[in-house]
């Protein structure tokens, strides 16, 4: 039992930061300037952390390839090649999907945005973030542009504007007069 209550610590501190950002601003507000200020300074610090662990991964990598036999260079190199692959599906799907979702309110179809917006426009960073601002704006500006694909839009009108009860006849009236003139 005392193993498992030894890992249960080490899991809620991996939590805490996971944790702590949504409950960080209803604290923030009894820390003052000075508790303000360490957090601020302490997630600036975790982010350049972060960084600089990325690129001593990044540089190890590096390493390993210049060490690295022929067989295993061909294998590292078809191994990033599929990542790349997958990771370029990925983002077609992920950008298509927030194309959507920002169209969602704006157009009657959804599906309109995705054909008709430059998909390869929109990139996705290296976290999988893609700039929703820039999706919507695009969204936007199409809904401006072909206003009849906006929701809301009146349907134009049919040439003939289609019979009324007070005309006396239908186009299904005039197509059967003509027939059977014509026979």
Do not use: C, H, W
Request: glycine share 8%; no cysteine.
């Amino acid at each position: 039992m005392s193993d498992v209550t030894s890992e249960a610590p080490p899991a809620a501190d991996d939590e805490a930061p996971a944790e702590e950002p949504p409950a960080a601003p209803a604290e923030d507000d009894g820390l003052g300037d000075a508790g303000k200020k360490a957090i601020a300074a302490e997630r600036a610090a975790a982010k350049a952390a972060e960084k600089r662990a990325k690129a001593a991964e990044a540089e190890l990598e590096k390493v390993r390839l210049a060490n690295a036999s022929a067989e295993e260079k061909a294998i590292a190199a078809a191994r990033a090649e599929g990542r790349n692959e997958a990771l370029a599906t990925a983002n077609v799907r992920l950008v298509r999907a927030e194309v959507k979702a920002a169209a969602g309110g704006v157009l009657q179809d959804p599906e309109d945005a995705v054909r008709l917006l430059d998909l390869a426009e929109f990139e996705v960073d290296e976290d999988g973030e893609v700039d929703t601002k820039a999706i919507t704006a695009a969204v936007q500006k199409l809904a401006e542009s072909k206003p009849y694909l906006a929701v809301g839009a009146k349907p134009a009108a049919l040439p003939g504007g289609g019979a009324t009860p007070s005309q006396g006849f239908s186009m299904d009236d005039l197509i059967r007069r003509k027939a059977g003139r014509g026979r």
